[in-house]
């Protein structure tokens, strides 16, 4: 959700986000492997089709565009090793930011479990993110 408000306001000077993923068949199509795609890909054409119609909207844009809209403002995004729903995307949108990004892959955590798997370290780096990046901005 910040990643998609990000992309369209400047009142977000720097983003942190953990466990992004697959929100439609757009992202499901990305997928890092063969049976990712092969599985994933009539799952999502059919959920998204479903929340579009029940919901009467379209399908949301997809991550990779949105972190690409996101710069000059600073984005900061993690990698679970053990996500699930697509987090295995957050390379692709790592590669996809502009400058300033900054990825942190911790391969023992689960969906949006970094702080458990790590919780010192999570601090630290959540703290040192957002002084530097809003620091330097003032």
Known sequence: MLLDRAADSTALRAVVSDGAGIRSVREAALG???GERFFG????????AGVSLFANE????????LVARIAPRAVFLIHAGHGQGGESLTPTF?????????LWTI??????GGIEARPAEYERRMIAFFDQTLMDRD
């Open 32 to 34: 890092s492997s063969v």
């Open 41 to 48: 890909i009539p799952f999502w054409a059919v959920t998204t």
């Open 58 to 65: 379209l399908p949301p844009p997809s991550l990779e565009e």
């Open 94 to 102: 790592f590669e996809a930011a502009g400058e300033p990004k900054s």
């Open 107 to 112: 391969p023992e955590a689960g969906h949006t």
